[in-house]
């Protein structure tokens, strides 16, 4: 089906397809944004173990860890107006963007929570003893001591995470958003290049996911720089040793990468 | 002076300490020793709330607590009265040896940060440190490491020094040094609660030597008494297996 394949249309695509970056990166951002409140508001419960709170939070988890985000998606933009109305909000002339925001940044949320309890926890115990031994509050543990360590930590399953939601804001096409993937089905639609648009828009994705990816791993390193043994010693088993360390702290984020 | 009344402590149904009473005089040098799950590091955490305390009372200087009553803010207090020396260091490893030592003076006593600088340079040049400074704990050996432990813990200037097996970590090479800082702190009257397997280290400075075992302090005496002329039959015991031969009948 469609017409027959010719490289140019790609080179012609891209551009077209650029105009929309700036949907897909707002979707981004914006989500990412509500995710990481999202995830602080999971993760703190779970940490100091609040009754309520805790198992509240382990429903969230469970839900938006559990199920397809393209169901997250349809549930909140049908779901959510319906559940409102009762209340007195009209939500019927909401922008589709505000649902779609919602619902990632809600799906990022829980795996932003998972990260950062597993980051905080991986800095070790003896130091938040050590700074409460010296009579800091538990405030001023958190925020001089463990966060900043928990940084560092978390930027590897962090970089995972946005790399997924920047693929997996793909979807929101289904509700009708003029994001990348939406334009290139209109693209593809109406000149028959199929193959085209679809080779234009891996390369768009996998542009900024590289790039995504080497500017994290620059901030992990200057995060950790702490840890640095001497430099050469780095430079002969920096691959062996961080990558190990990235595939442990990665494996948090397992389940994680696939939209549907 | 500090007072430890009736301490008590347990985790779940394990009795770990059992209504310990100990006294240490100002500028005193107490050196606690006892089997391994006697529960010195439990009592030395008792000290300053890193464990919570059944019952009993603990009084620093003039703080006197309740343990079973202790609000937050009694327990802030006493933890500012106090300071503490870890097995394993637990220097905070995303600050340089400097920053590790000034890190309470500004967040806690709230010092002006040129003031906290000075205090600090001078405490790690005291503990032969004054050339790592700018270190990350991650290019320091244990015993550099501890030492800077040391000097964070002198920064406070507490009313008492609570060193828990502050050796026991280090390679044996690395022990001389760590010692010969915490021996030299020691001349200048600073209060220590030290737990240690290092019998001759005991022998030199402490001033009194608490043998616990059990949960119970079996007896307490100057280092002469528990070494030379134990009285609990346990004391011996302990003694013979921890010290060769030789130099127990010295
Ligand atoms: N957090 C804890 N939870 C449960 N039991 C504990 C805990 N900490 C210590 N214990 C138990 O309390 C007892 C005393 O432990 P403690 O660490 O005080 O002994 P110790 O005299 O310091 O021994 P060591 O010489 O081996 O350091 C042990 O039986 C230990 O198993
Ligand atoms: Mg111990």
Redesign the pocket.
């Known amino acids: 089906m469609g017409a027959s394949f010719d490289i140019g249309y790609v080179f012609s695509f891209l551009p077209k397809l650029l105009d929309t970056l700036g949907v897909t990166l707002l979707i981004v951002a914006g989500s990412l944004l509500t995710g990481i409140v999202a995830g602080f508001l999971v993760a703190l419960p779970r940490m100091y173990k609040i009754p309520v709170l805790r198992a509240l939070s382990g429903v969230y988890l469970s839900f938006f860890r559990g199920t397809p985000i393209l169901i997250q998606l349809f549930l909140f933009y049908y779901g959510l107006p319906e559940l409102l109305k009762p209340l007195g909000f009209d939500l019927s002339r909401a922008p589709v963007m505000l649902f779609v925001i919602l619902a990632y940044g809600l799906h990022t949320g829980a795996y932003a929570a998972e990260m950062i309890r597993a980051s905080v926890e991986a800095v070790d115990r003896g130091q938040v003893e050590a700074a409460y031994a010296a009579g800091m509050t538990p405030y001023q543990a958190l925020s001089r001591i463990v966060l900043p360590q928990a940084l560092g930590i978390a930027v590897p399953v962090f970089s995972n995470l946005v790399i997924a939601l920047l693929k997996d804001t793909s979807l929101a096409f289904t509700l009708g958003v003029m994001e990348m993937t939406g334009k290139a089905q209109t693209l593809g639609t109406l000149t028959q290049h199929f193959v085209e648009t679809y080779i234009a828009l891996a390369l768009i994705y996998l542009v900024i996911s590289f790039t995504l990816e080497k500017v994290l791993l620059a901030a992990e390193r200057r995060l950790n720089r702490h840890e640095a043994r001497e430099e050469r010693v780095v430079r002969r088993f920096a691959l062996g040793k961080r990558g190990s360390y990235r595939a442990a702290l990665a494996d948090i984020e397992t389940g994680k990468g696939g939209g549907i | 002076m500090i007072e430890l009344k009736n301490i008590s402590k347990s985790?779940?149904r394990?009795e770990?300490l059992r209504n310990i009473n100990l006294n240490v005089e100002t500028g005193e040098v107490v050196v606690i020793l006892?089997?391994?799950?006697?529960?010195?590091?439990?009592?030395l955490?008792c000290v300053n709330y890193l464990?919570k305390p059944a019952g009993g009372e603990i009084a620093v200087g003039d703080f006197r607590m309740d343990c079973a009553r202790a609000k937050r803010g009694d327990v802030l207090r006493l933890r500012r009265k106090t300071a503490m020396v870890f097995q394993q260091y637990n220097l905070f490893r995303h600050k340089t040896a400097l920053e590790n030592v000034m890190e309470a003076l500004l967040v806690v006593k709230k010092l002006p940060p040129k003031e906290a600088r000075g205090r600090s340079v001078s405490l790690l040049e005291k503990v032969g440190l004054g050339d790592k400074l700018d270190a990350y704990p991650s290019r320091l050996s244990g015993g550099q490491q501890q030492r800077v432990g040391i000097a964070r813990a002198l920064a406070l200037e507490p009313e008492v020094i609570l060193f828990?097996?502050p050796t026991s970590a280090l390679d044996p090479e690395l022990v001389g040094e760590v010692l010969e800082v915490i021996r030299n702190i020691a001349r200048e009257g600073i209060t220590m609660i030290v737990?240690t397997?290092e019998m001759g280290f005991a022998r030199d400075v402490a001033n009194r030597v608490v043998f616990?075992d059990g949960?119970v302090v079996v007896e307490e005496g100057t280092p002469d008494e528990v070494f030379q002329r134990p009285r609990e039959e346990r004391t011996k015991q302990f003694l013979r297996r921890i010290t060769p031969e030789a130099n127990y009948s010295i």
């Open positions: 985790f779940w394990h770990v006892g089997p391994s799950g006697s529960g010195k590091t439990t009592l955490r464990e828990d097996e737990v397997h616990m949960g």
